[in-house]
Antibody, heavy 119, light 109 residues
Framework: EVQLVESGGGLVQPGGSLRLSCVAS????????MNWVRQAPGKGLEWISY????????YYADSVRGRFTISRENVKNSLYLEMNDLRDDDTAVYYC????????????WGKGTTVTVSS | SYVVTQPPSVSVAPGQTATITCAGN??????VHWHQQRPGQAPVLVVY???DRPSGIPERFSGSKSGNTATLTINRVEPGDEADYFC????????????FGTGTRVTVL
């Protein structure tokens, strides 16, 4: 079964840090580009970061650039998101998502992990 | 920035057809993909490359594109189709990995 499982979410104070992880199984992880997508409560989907198969290309949305860092370890089938200087508006469900096609569509989603930024 | 607009809501009776649009200047030059998100669940891909369906997605779901607008059509709507639907477009620039449409809530009456 193809699966992405996120972990690391939780409650953090404004200005704090968290590290999210995503472990993949059942798919050729090293041949997938990987992404983090978030969804604030009651809102739509926001694509916040992308990392290519070999980590040579990394993109960030304006809303997180300079505060978040995406990385991956192909030998561990793992994706990470280091989040610093967290703000109230970073509160969201964070989804790990895989792209396995040259058309760059997300074909596998994790179930998400919840990050709540609040004092 | 790239803006991709969808109608906020669509209501449809069971057995009828739901039509969801996705509009924006970027649409004409890119492939459009569609994701279904049932309440409390993660999204699921239902259409890719404008018109194709992943295995396991019913033929009732179909996609099309013309100019700056892509369309997801759900024929013979069932209660289980009640969900939010998002179109997705890849940008691939350092400032914008990709963009999602604003989302459409499909309500089955």
């Amino acid at each position: 079964e193809v699966q992405l499982v996120e972990s690391g979410g939780g409650l953090v104070q404004p200005g704090g840090s968290l590290r999210l992880s995503c472990v993949a199984s059942g798919l050729p992880f090293s041949f997938n580009s990987m992404n983090w997508v978030r969804q604030a409560p009651g809102k739509g989907l926001e694509w916040i970061s992308y990392i290519s198969m070999g980590s040579s290309s990394i993109y960030y949305a304006d809303s997180v650039r300079g505060r978040f860092t995406i990385s991956r370890e192909n030998v561990k089938n793992s994706l990470y998101l280091e989040m610093n200087d967290l703000r109230d508006d970073d509160t969201a469900v964070y989804y790990c998502a895989a792209i396995g096609s040259i058309s760059f569509y997300i074909d596998v989603w994790g179930k998400g992990t919840t990050v709540t930024v609040s004092s | 920035s790239y803006v991709v607009t969808q109608p906020p809501s669509v209501s449809v009776a069971p057995g009828q057809t739901a039509t969801i649009t996705c509009a924006g200047n970027i649409i004409e030059s890119r492939s459009v993909h569609w994701h279904q998100q049932r309440p409390g669940q993660a999204p699921v891909l239902v259409v890719y490359d404008n018109v194709d369906r992943p295995s396991g997605i019913p033929e009732r779901f179909s996609g099309s594109k013309s100019g700056n607008t892509a369309t997801l059509t759900i024929n013979r709507v069932e209660p289980g189709d009640e969900a939010d639907y998002f179109c997705q477009v890849w940008i691939g620039g350092p400032d914008h990995p990709g963009v999602f449409g604003t989302g459409t809530r499909v309500t089955v009456l």
